[in-house]
Every structure is written in structure tokens, then in C-alpha cells.
């Protein structure tokens, strides 16, 4: 892309330019909407819609048929049913300083002819995807993303999972479509990407593409498990006026029992909305969740009638974006982390630099191709641009979200600076770092003889939903591993740490820094409690690669003990054979999954040894397998429609509890459909295939109540 002044442009030269920048554009929105995986920062994405906007308006001639100008977001996955928007879902402009807000409310008095001041509400512009929600008499029928704003993608078993999300709404009117933003919380982001990371699975950028790619799953129990929040701020077809007030409207919403967002107010004119603008940029940082600007809304909705739409924005409504939390800043250096499965994961150590009020010196740098200027599929990124050690690079952070290098300056970048050439030994131990085809992620073979990676698991094997040991967390982990005198190097150490205190007579830990008489033994005691551990605890706290707390706990309740799972694992060792096939045919337990635990407890390993050696010194407590003689044991259930005497989580967790398998949709390998009211497509490819289907009562008195 050029960087010449709009004024200057030749014909020929706009022309060129605004074919390059429909295509960027068309990436950049593929990247971020279809693929959850945005390449470009939202500040550089803003740069080019802003950008192709002005070379528009000078040259209006040469505006193009795909132009991004008219376009609103990506056009719809594959994989999902369509469903056409009855009222187009828009999408906003944008405000970026104070005198943009004030040329809105002039160009919104002026459209209407209105000489005194008018009322607009002010509320946060919440940073996750928008949803439509369809209710017909009071029940959810449909659930859709925006798309492109005429068609979206039908996520309604999705949309169901999530808590925030009425399932039947009373007093509603007869048709009301509810709009607003599905959104991830800082710590529950947080926390998902600590479990993805412990099972291997990938993570998730910030939580806007984690609130994306889970409510775009196609198997609903996934996007259940994700803790998906939603706050209702707009509407879509409805067959009465919620109100006559956008303030109005969204009190309804709310009494109506959707959540709306506590920071909207009514303003009296530009004054009061940029006071308000400036209340809510200050709170950002403690909302908890990732807002990206404020939302102004003509308050009288008769006037937002009138005002109207664009091409794809109304007339009546702008969004104040905060500025961009970009700073530029020299890249000092390049360190290599090696986590818990041996991942290498570059992190850029930066002169340290303010961005967005946060002193930032350290930024990550995703993996190789990531700094070579490649994305996964080896496409370039950031126009192919690499970065080196010694260059200027600009910093960005997104709410909450470790920060991260965006972009390279080359015009700064020294003659004699070298391309950064990523290791291919693990700098923690020395062994070979092996990249597997079609990972971005170059990993460490070094396995426990690796102290990094050591550590990490080590970490893990404490952490809540594993030991749990109270008074040995993160920070004790690295001490003791580090420790001359009680030096904790597997699992197995935790649990002889009291004895070799004791065998030691001089330096006893209740006389250390930090340590008294009163910790010491309580540490010892909170190891002690835990020598008795669930199977599933004791599986997801070995770590293993892909074996997190789900497939952890299908073991547990498959095997029942330690001694059965052991088996199995040692007689399906070759990766073929009878065996093999019945790990793998385990539900929820496929081939990677059963490579990875045949790989890490292989009974030739000395890894199975410390296993061995640590399970010797517990009591492994067995986990009630499911039941197998319940009328519904190993069958596969579909549920469709309402559920009226439980809510969907509840009744998949009671059918799986007896034993039966639930799935997201009907095939020739499902054998009962319970059906309530609404149950639609799924009902009737039940129906084709010949299946059972029964309703709600008949499925209760089929499970005993
Ligand atoms: S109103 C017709 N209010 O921002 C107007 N949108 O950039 C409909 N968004 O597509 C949108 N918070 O996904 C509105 N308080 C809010 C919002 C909000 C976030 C999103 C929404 C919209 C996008 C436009």
C-alpha cells in the first residue's frame, strides 16, 4: 500500500489503490469473522477502511461494485445453517475525537430540522460478536450471528448453552428479535485459555475471538462448557413497540430478563455524552469485560424512524471508539519460554514503553512464522515484513490481554540488523526442537529431563483442578525445584518432602524465610490430605498432551481405577491391534488422545517409571463407572426443541450420567430424539431416518422421574 496523501493521488493510481484495498480489506475480514484469527490489528484494519473512505470521496466515480465501504463483517461460515435477517443487522460509524461527536449531533439536528437540544443515550461498545435471538410467544426459536448483516449463521443449540440467554421470556411481545453482543470476562478468558493450554488445545488471542470461536461451534456441548456471557442492547423485528424511548426499551429488555449494560445514561447533548465518554474510559480497566469505545443512540425512537439508514450504518446512532493502545518502542531482544508440553513460545523484551496508561515491556510474539511475517498457512503477514532484534516495532494491548507486537518499522530498521533465526534446540535443556507438520509450534523433545518443561508441569500437577495442594502453588513450585535441601523435581517428591524434612536434622524447613513452625506443617498436612485423589484428578494432573479435564474424566468413568486404565494403556502400547481399537472407540477419546497417553505412560518410559513410582504413594479413589443398566445405556440421544422441566445442561448431564451418549444432531447413529415445543429441522430428520422420537414426560418416565 502506498502511503501517498489521498490529495495526490493520480486517477490510475486510486484506482490500483482501492482494488488493493477491497482485497486487503476481504482478508482481513475473512481472517477476523470466518476464521476467528485475525491477522491485522484493529487499529491497522481501521487505518484501511478509513483510508479506502477517503480515496472514495475524492475519486466517486472510481468506487468499486465490492467496495468494503458497503459491506458489514464476513460472509458466513461453512458448516452452519443460514438464517436471513427479517431487519438487517447494521453495523456503526465510527467517532474518533470530540469534534466528530459534535458534527454528529449537528448532522442529526440538521437532518430533522430540530433547533434545540436533543436527548441521546451513552452506553459502552462491548468488544465481542453481535447475536440476533428470535423469540416467538415468549419461546427462543432462533438464534443468529450478524454475517454480513443480511444473512448470519444459525447458532441456536449454541446460543442456548449460554445462561444469560431466557430460553422463554413472559410478557414479551407475540414476535421479538433481541440483539446484542455475546462477550467473554477477563478472568473466565483467562482461565479457558489456562485450561486450553493445559490440554494442549489451542488458545485464544483475546477473549473477543474467544467468545467467537465458541459460540461458533458446531458442537453445542462445546460452546456449553465455555462461559459465554450476553448483553442486550438493540432489537430486530418485533410485532409491538417496546417503547417509544431507547432508554425505554432497553429498561424492557431488561425487565424482560436479559442483561443490559449498566452503564447506559440518558445525555442532554454532546457536553454531557463526552463527560459520560471520558466516566466510562476511566472504569475501563476494572469492567471486567473488553469494551473498544462508546455508543451514542438517539434517545426518541419515532426520531431514529425518521433518521433512518445508510447503506449499512443508521443515521441515529455513532460509536466513539477509544483510541488505539499502541505505542512504538525498540525490540531490545528475543527470548525463547518453553511451557508445560514443550512448546517454544517467543516472547520480544522490549525498552520499556506506556501503552494505554500500562508500562509494557514485554510483549509475545506468537511462534516462528509469526516473526519470519507468516501466518500458519504461510501467507504474509504485515506485507511479508519480518522483525529483527534492534528494530522499532509498535506495541498494542487489548484490555487485559498480554500485549503483543503488531507491526516493524522499516524505515528504522539498522543496515547490519540480522533476520532472527528461531532455535532449533531447546534452550532450556538442549534437546532438538521438532516442529510437527501443520503446527505452527515448535516443541521441545527433552520431555522431563527438560527443567522447563519440568516446572511447568510440576505447576500444573499443583494447580486447582488437579492436587490442589494448599500452600504450594506457582511460586513454591519454583522454589522447591530450585531448592538444594528439599529439592521437589517430579510429582513424586511433593509426597516425600515431610520425611526428608524430618531425616534432616539441621535444616529443618520451619526455620527458613518464609517458613515458621505453623506452615511448615501446614503445607505437610494439605500434602498429606491429598495422597488420597480422585482417578480423573490424578489423570489431568500428569499433563498430558490433549488429555485435559473432559477426556480426564471419560477415562475415569470408563476404567473405574488406576489398574484398569494401566492395562489398557500397556496392552494397546503398539498403536495397532484389538486393544488399540478399544481405547480408541472409548466416546470422546480419539486417536490423538490415545497416542498421546500410549505415548506418555508407555511402560518402557521413564516417564511411566515416575508415574509408577508416584502413584505408589497414593490412594487413587475409583470413580463410579456409568451405568450400563439403565433402559438408556449406550444409546445416543438427541434433544430438540424446549425443555420445560430442566434446563438442557442438566438433562445431558443426567443422560450421560446413566449412561447414555448425547449428541448435537440427528444421524443414522442417534437412537431417540426427545422432542419439546419448537424442535424443528432436527425433529423432522428424525423422523426421516426413522428414529424414535418421544417428548419430554415420555423421556422422564423413561429415565425413572
Ligand atoms: S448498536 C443498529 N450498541 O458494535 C445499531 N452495538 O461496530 C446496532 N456493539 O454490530 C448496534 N456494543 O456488534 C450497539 N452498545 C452497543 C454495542 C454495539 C457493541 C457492536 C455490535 C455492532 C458493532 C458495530
Same mark, same amino acid.
Request: charged share 25%; with cysteine.
Given at each position: 500500500?502506498?502511503?501517498? /496523501?489521498? %490529495? ?59 467496495? /468494503? ?53 451513552? %452506553? ?30 444459525? $447458532? ?45 488445545? =489451542?488458545?485464544?488471542?483475546?477473549? =473477543? ?33 417496546? #417503547? ?58 419515532? !426520531? ?7 447503506? &449499512? ?26 511451557? =508445560? ?19 509494557? &515491556? ?16 504461510? +501467507? ?13 516495532? +509498535? ?16 524505515? *528504522?530498521?539498522? &543496515?547490519?540488523? +540480522? ?64 531448592? /538444594?535441601?528439599?529439592? $521437589? ?33 501446614? !503445607? ?26 473432559? #477426556? #480426564? ?13 494401566? +492395562? ?36 518402557? #518410559? /521413564? ?5 509408577? *513410582?508416584? $502413584?505408589?504413594? !497414593? ?18 440421544? $438427541? ?8 434446563? =438442557? ?57
Amino acid at each position: 500500500m502506498t502511503d501517498k /496523501p489521498v %490529495e495526490v493521488l493520480t486517477e490510475a493510481e486510486a484506482r490500483a489503490e482501492l482494488a488493493r484495498l477491497a482485497q486487503a480489506i476481504a482478508a482481513a475480514n475473512t481472517a477476523y469473522h470466518t476464521l476467528d484469527a485475525p491477522e491485522i490489528s484493529d487499529a491497522e484494519y481501521d487505518a484501511l477502511k478509513r483510508r479506502n473512505a477517503a480515496i472514495e470521496a475524492r475519486f466517486p466515480a472510481l468506487k468499486r461494485p465490492d467496495s /468494503p465501504t458497503d459491506q458489514v463483517g464476513a460472509t458466513v461460515a461453512e458448516g452452519f445453517g443460514k438464517v436471513a435477517h427479517r431487519v438487517r443487522m447494521l453495523s456503526l460509524e465510527n467517532a474518533f475525537t470530540p469534534e466528530e461527536v459534535a458534527e454528529f449531533d449537528d448532522r442529526v439536528r440538521k437532518f430533522l430540522g430540530h433547533r434545540g437540544a436533543l436527548d441521546y443515550t451513552a %452506553e459502552p461498545k462491548i468488544d465481542g460478536l453481535s447475536l440476533s435471538l428470535r423469540y416467538e410467544d415468549g419461546v427462543l426459536v432462533q438464534a443468529a450471528t450478524r454475517g454480513d448483516g443480511e444473512v448470519g449463521e444459525n $447458532v441456536t443449540e449454541n446460543a442456548r448453552t449460554i445462561a444469560d440467554i431466557p430460553q422463554r421470556l413472559t410478557g414479551a411481545p407475540v414476535v421479538l428479535e433481541v440483539r446484542g453482543e455475546v462477550y467473554m470476562s477477563h478472568a473466565d478468558f483467562a482461565a479457558l485459555n489456562e485450561r486450553q493450554s493445559a490440554t494442549g488445545d =489451542r488458545t485464544f488471542a483475546n477473549p =473477543r475471538n474467544a467468545a467467537a470461536g465458541s459460540l461458533r461451534q458446531l458442537d453445542a456441548s462445546i460452546t456449553a462448557s465455555r462461559p459465554l456471557r450476553f448483553f442486550a442492547y438493540a432489537w430486530g423485528e418485533v410485532s409491538a413497540p417496546l #417503547s417509544t424511548t431507547q432508554l425505554g426499551a432497553i429498561a424492557r429488555l431488561n425487565e424482560l430478563g436479559f442483561q443490559t449494560n449498566p452503564l447506559t445514561v440518558l445525555c442532554d447533548g454532546p457536553e454531557a455524552m463526552l463527560a459520560h465518554y471520558r466516566r466510562i474510559e476511566a472504569q475501563r480497566a476494572t469492567l471486567g469485560y473488553d469494551i473498544d469505545g462508546v455508543v451514542y443512540k438517539v434517545n426518541d425512537l419515532a !426520531l431514529q424512524q425518521r433518521l433512518g439508514f445508510r447503506s &449499512s450504518t443508521p443515521r441515529w446512532a455513532i460509536a466513539h471508539k477509544f483510541p488505539a493502545e499502541l505505542a512504538w518502542t525498540e525490540l531490545l531482544g528475543i527470548d525463547i519460554q518453553v511451557g =508445560r508440553t514443550g512448546a517454544l513460545s517467543p516472547v520480544a523484551r522490549l525498552r520499556p514503553v506506556t501503552v494505554g496508561g500500562v508500562v509494557v &515491556s514485554n510483549a509475545t510474539l506468537h511462534n516462528e512464522d509469526y516473526i519470519a511475517g507468516r501466518d500458519s498457512r504461510g +501467507q504474509p503477514i504485515r506485507g511479508g515484513k519480518d522483525i529483527r532484534v534492534g528494530d522499532w516495532v +509498535q506495541v498494542y494491548r487489548a484490555g487485559d490481554v498480554i500485549p503483543k507486537v503488531a507491526d516493524v518499522d522499516l524505515a *528504522r530498521r539498522k &543496515s547490519d540488523a +540480522q533476520p532472527f533465526v528461531f532455535p532449533d534446540v531447546c534452550p532450556e535443556c538442549g534437546s532438538p526442537a521438532h516442529r510437527e507438520p501443520g503446527d505452527s509450534v515448535r516443541r521441545c523433545t527433552g520431555g522431563l529431563i527438560c527443567p522447563a518443561q519440568a516446572v511447568e508441569r510440576l505447576k500444573h500437577f499443583v494447580s486447582r483442578n488437579a492436587f490442589d495442594i494448599e500452600g504450594l502453588g506457582a511460586k513454591q513450585i519454583e522454589m522447591f525445584f530450585n531448592d /538444594p535441601i528439599l529439592p $521437589v523435581r517430579s510429582p513424586a517428591d511433593i509426597f516425600t518432602l515431610a520425611e526428608r524434612d524430618a531425616a534432616n536434622p539441621l535444616q529443618k524447613l520451619r526455620n527458613r524465610d518464609g517458613f515458621g513452625e505453623v506452615s511448615a506443617a501446614k !503445607l505437610f498436612a494439605a500434602i498429606e490430605a491429598r495422597r488420597r485423589i480422585r482417578l480423573d484428578r490424578l489423570i489431568f494432573a500428569l499433563g498430558i498432551r490433549h488429555i485435559g479435564e473432559t #477426556s #480426564s474424566g471419560l477415562l475415569a468413568r470408563h476404567f473405574g481405577t488406576w489398574e484398569a486404565l494401566v +492395562q489398557a494403556i500397556d496392552a494397546a502400547r503398539d498403536c495397532s491391534g484389538p486393544d488399540w481399537e478399544a481405547l480408541t472407540a472409548i466416546d470422546g477419546i480419539g486417536e490423538v488422545s490415545a497416542r498421546a497417553l500410549v505415548d506418555a505412560l508407555h511402560p518402557d #518410559s /521413564p516417564e511411566r517409571a515416575e508415574v509408577d *513410582r508416584l $502413584v505408589g504413594m !497414593l490412594t487413587v479413589l475409583p470413580v463410579a463407572a456409568a451405568a450400563t443398566d439403565s433402559p438408556v445405556a449406550g444409546k445416543t440421544v $438427541v434433544f430438540t426443541g424446549t425443555l420445560e422441566r430442566m434446563t =438442557r445442561a442438566e438433562a445431558k448431564a443426567r443422560a450421560e450420567a446413566l449412561g447414555a451418549k448425547v449428541a448435537g444432531s440427528v444421524s443414522a447413529k442417534t437412537d431417540l430424539v426427545v422432542a419439546g415445543p419448537g424442535a424443528g429441522s432436527k425433529a423432522k430428520d428424525a423422523e426421516r431416518l426413522g428414529i424414535e422420537i418421544i417428548d419430554e414426560d415420555a423421556w422422564l418416565r423413561l429415565i425413572g422421574g
